[in-house]
């Protein structure tokens, strides 16, 4: 075989280089080639080859595929360039890299081919070394427990472990560039992209925990890790990483923290509505995106006491005052706790709860009571707008904060009652003790007046006997029977008052007229007074009462009716109408302001009464005996237009 003249030096040089060369005289059928190429094919001797000759030394498995690309060089114009293996006579394995120019005539027939033929075997042999490595990392990572990945150095994920899709059940996530991470938490994820950037730039070994969501979409959280794999020359090739579950780990040191900080909270001494608060605040923190509602039982009834991410007006909702059978209520009223993990599960236990579940876009929910030895106080909901599972150890912590949180609002309660208890306490000493300074003032000043009208007189006597004649005697005996009477009336106030309180004033009840009595009144309230005392209408009406008790009532409104009316007219009425009697005594005085007009009925209770002495217990004595008769008292008044009391007995 022999090459053209002028080609001989570019033939040996491409010798020199270690490449082969080929060149195929398409018509002839007839190819000859370099030294290098010779050596490289392990050919026998020099002489030219067929095309087919040539495709025989070519492994059995590449030939097919090697005569399509000649074809396809020769036929359509194609460059020629590909690799395949060669099989030497002694039967070693060679690869090539073999490219090929096709040469045409001017009819387009193909002339020539030639090309070089490079020996690529030992390139090959590290490839194929690497991709069994690859493949057995791979299987590696497919065994693992945990979900696996493997990154190239520029920190893409060229593969994922099964682990991992049967964690998200979504395939195609290799190739992700690590800025947009789908599965990754939103919080997490500008933290997660920083410390893998800072990995992949540095080289340091990656650690991190994030929450990863789940193919259900709960979040769970993952400590991610990851080590780069490097060359002989100490650069990185791969990144072989692991996401480990250690979300129950996590969470039950959290719910640990929320036990702890609640305890905590809690041992300050909070109001009930605090704690209330609080337990919605700790709860938010385990469940997110959560409204939640506390409910302070009283009696057969209930208070809303706290309540979050719920609106307003849902609690004006008809059916949250009168449906018994929702969460919140069923937890407060039938002692029981509710974990339901979705939409049905909650139509099931509560069917007619389906509007108010739409309102607040409800999937989950947590309903605890919150008792004490037995005793449900409050009860507590947590609303999740996430389907959720609520595995033994959630349960416990909601049930551990729901018992930390009942003994909190029990003491609190207990304490705001004690305080309540104190204050009512402190309020009952003051007025005890205001009592006495005004009572010993009131009994003081007959008591002085009858002295010394006893003095003077003592003294005419001493001095002018001949002065003190009978009348200024009888006149004295008179003065002094006044202010006796005063006596009298304040200590039979006192004895009236302590009789109240132990409960001992008994009716005497007798049947009289109502109308004739308060006539009496009238008369005698008339004689001591220059103020006009009317009476009218006065309907003579008979009934079953205490006499000489609702005397005393009659008296009192009249005599405050003349004490604080002013010396104006005083009118009064006895009506009688279904089965009642009305009275009422209507003053033109100083009046009452409208925020005391219901106090002044309690015990020591005054208004601004200007210089009028009282010692408050008139009003409270009438109003004991109006109710023990099964009858009400009540005043109408505006300040200084005068005070309107009616009375109103039922006639038996
Ligand atoms: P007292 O008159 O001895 O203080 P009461 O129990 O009779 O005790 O009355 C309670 C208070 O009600 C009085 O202190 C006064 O302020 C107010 N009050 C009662 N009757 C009248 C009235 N007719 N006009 C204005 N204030 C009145």
Redo the contacts with the bound molecule.
Sequence with gaps: MSFDKEKEQLILALDLARIGFYDWDVVANSMVYNKHMLNDWGIADDSAMSLQEAIKCIHPDDQERVQKLVNDALEKKIQYSTEYRVIRPDGTIVWMDVNGIVKFDDEGNPIRFFGTSVNITERKQRELILEESGAMVRTFADSMPQMAFIADAGGSIIHFNQRWYEYISSPGTEGWGWKDLPVHHPEDLERTVRTWSHSVVTGEPYEIDYRLRRYDGEYRWHLGRALPFRNKNGDIVYWYGTNTDIHEERMSLERNRILYDFGFALSKGMTPQNIAETILTEGKKILKNTAGIVLFAEGDSFKVAASTNVPEDYFADDYFITEKRMPAKAALFEDRSFFLSNRLEILIEFPDFEKAIDRLDVRSLVSLPLKVQGKVLASVVFFLDVNKTFPDDLRRFFESLASQAAIAVDRAFLFQQQELQKEELRDAINARDEFFSVASHELKTPLTSMRLNGQLLLKRWEKKPETVTTESFFQFIHQNDKNVSKLVRLVDDMLDISRIRTGRIALRKEVFDICELTKEVVHRTQASTPSEVNLFPCASTTGNWDKLRIEQVIT?LMS??VR??ANRPVMTKVESKNGSVLISVK?N????PKEILGT?FNRY?????GDIQ???????ISRHIVESHGGRIWAESSVGTG?T?FVELPIT
Excluded at 614 to 620: E, P, S, T, V
């Design positions: 009192n405050n009716a604080y009316g003053d005085g100083i009046g009452i002044i209770e005054r208004g601004p009464s009282g010692l408050g217990l008139g009003l409270y005070s009391f």
